[in-house]
């Protein structure tokens, strides 16, 4: 049986539409799982949407709809953006779902029969935007006086009865998980950040809500909702069959890897384990803190009227070339930045310059040159031998690399593997070679295309429509086998090679 993998994304709060940020989460989610599944293991990989709380609430009310009708309509966009951005998830989950509800009454039942849980006033301060109770050395002042939390986001005062979940009581062994566990949070910017929250003291956390009612019914407390968190990280456990124990619960959990955004590390390292701990539960074996997407180095926002619709960009050039675009160009764990002129430059040059070109070239030479027949052997030179191990140490770095979640890294070592094989290509000119040396140009040929098929099948996480489109003209899959053993077998066949289809356009700019 394959080695499961389970990764999440988080689940995406829908006041609004989703942005680039969301897209690049899901993007490189789907990435790593499919990656994974080329490497054989059984993946599972969950999305969706976090839609309880004030926010949606009091959205909810200014547009004179219930907030299930809000809910529905905003998680739609979501769940629209995975399918267009081609994301292999084996669940979108919702928040709404009855599986949910039945899992997040679980988990804080069994927090309860811990003695972890107590009813108590809450009096402190609380961002609506953010969903987060804040202390108040954490808080600055803004404009007007104007208390504002850590990530600038106004606070107001908060009474009122709730439960509390002890908090205080896992400070100690949460220092020791990250001590013992140094990869437990990644990258090391966010890991040295929940370290020092945690070292400064934990306080008691307010768990339930009696001031609004869209939320998950607490268990045997009438007029107490859950506080959106406890719910909303629960989704992880929901998606595999909690609280059995059995089935995909005992298969996939713990998560190999929650994938989050760098501003919500503090509930997915600090609050997200201390329940799993109260719970008696496993945790997760990594939670990774990606950066932000900046529109030309401007954080986002509506204010400003820099906000993207991502599924634009998509349709303005291409699901592959934003997917490509994004894990190229950022850093995975800092901040990136993009424009339309550095997604269609970082296109064109890597895509349809380099690869698609020479996929292009080499194709249609064999297929008008050849009459589509694949080369046979040839007389072979030590270039063909050297090409080869060149391609193959970097897909073998690109392997490494994305095991590693170093995904631009990958990447850079896939493009070292494609301009090894340009370069080859110009120097031993199979144009030339046609009526010089035709034995020579066979085996140029034939080392070409089996290169090009490795480097189709090594890029398939990233750019999966436009490799198999690549893949079918050669009559070969993704789930192929690298190596040479595909060709002996393919040449020997009866297949010809058609007139190749260019995959990747040159992109111009949106007018």
């Avoid at 200014?62 to 905003?74: F, H, K, N, S, V």
């Avoid at 970082?346 to 008008?368: E, V």
């Amino acid at each position: 049986m394959a080695d499961p993998y389970y990764i999440t994304t988080a689940i995406h709060y829908p006041n609004g539409k989703p942005h680039i940020g969301h897209a690049y989460e899901m993007i490189a989610a789907d990435a790593i799982a499919r990656f994974q599944r080329q490497m054989g293991r059984d993946v599972r990989l969950q999305t969706g949407t976090d839609e309880h709380g004030l926010k949606i609430a009091q959205t909810a009310r200014t547009r004179d709809m219930t907030p299930r009708q809000l809910a529905d309509e905003m998680s739609s966009y979501f769940s629209q953006m995975a399918d267009e951005l081609n994301i292999s998830y084996d669940r979108f989950i919702r928040t709404v779902d009855a599986d949910h509800y039945a899992a997040s009454q679980a988990i804080w039942q069994a927090m309860a029969a811990k003695g972890d849980l107590y009813l108590d006033r809450y009096e402190g301060w609380y961002s609506v935007r953010d969903e987060a109770f804040y202390e108040e050395k954490e808080l600055t002042e803004g404009e007007g006086g104007v208390k504002l939390s850590p990530q600038g986001t106004p606070v107001e005062w908060t009474a009122e009865e709730t439960w509390f979940f002890r908090l205080s009581k896992y400070q100690q062994p949460l220092l020791e998980l990250y001590e013992k566990q140094p990869d437990f949070i990644r990258p090391d910017r966010s890991r040295n950040e929940v370290v020092r929250f945690v070292e400064g003291g934990l306080v008691d956390l307010s768990i339930s809500r009696t001031s609004f009612d869209w939320g998950v019914p607490v268990p045997d407390s009438p007029g107490h909702v859950m506080y959106v968190w406890v719910d909303a990280l629960t989704n992880y456990l929901t998606g595999i069959g909690y609280p059995a124990m059995d089935g995909d619960l005992a298969r996939y959990w713990p998560a190999n890897l929650h994938l989050i955004g760098k501003d919500i590390v503090r509930f997915h390292a600090v609050y997200w384990p201390a329940f799993l701990m109260s719970a008696g539960a496993d945790l997760p074996r990594q939670v990774f803190a990606h950066g932000f997407i900046l529109n030309r180095g401007e954080k986002m926002s509506k204010s400003t009227g820099n906000v993207v619709d991502p599924l634009e960009l998509a349709r303005l050039y291409g699901v592959d070339a934003l997917r490509y675009f994004l894990l190229r160009e950022v850093n995975f764990g800092n901040d990136g930045s993009f424009s339309d002129e550095a997604i269609v430059t970082r296109a064109n040059a890597d895509l349809a310059n380099s690869f698609g070109n020479l996929a292009q070239r080499t194709l249609a030479f064999i297929a008008k040159n050849l009459d589509g027949e694949l080369p046979h052997a040839g007389r072979a030179d030590p270039a063909d031998a050297e090409l080869e191990g060149a391609v193959g140490a970097e897909i073998r770095n690109f392997q490494r690399c994305f095991d590693g979640l170093d995904l631009s890294g990958g990447l850079e070592a896939w493009m070292r593997a494609v301009f090894a094989c340009n370069q080859y290509i110009d120097v031993q000119a199979p144009w030339a070679l046609r009526k010089s040396d035709p034995e020579r140009m066979h085996a140029v040929l034939g080392t070409l295309v089996r290169a090009i098929h490795d480097l189709a099948i090594c890029i398939w996480p990233v750019i999966p429509e436009s490799a198999e489109k690549l893949l079918a003209q050669i009559d070969c899959k993704p789930a192929d086998s690298l190596g040479p053993q595909w060709y002996d077998v393919k040449a020997a066949s009866p297949f010809r090679l058609a007139p190749p289809t260019g995959v990747f356009p040159r992109l111009d700019l949106a007018a």
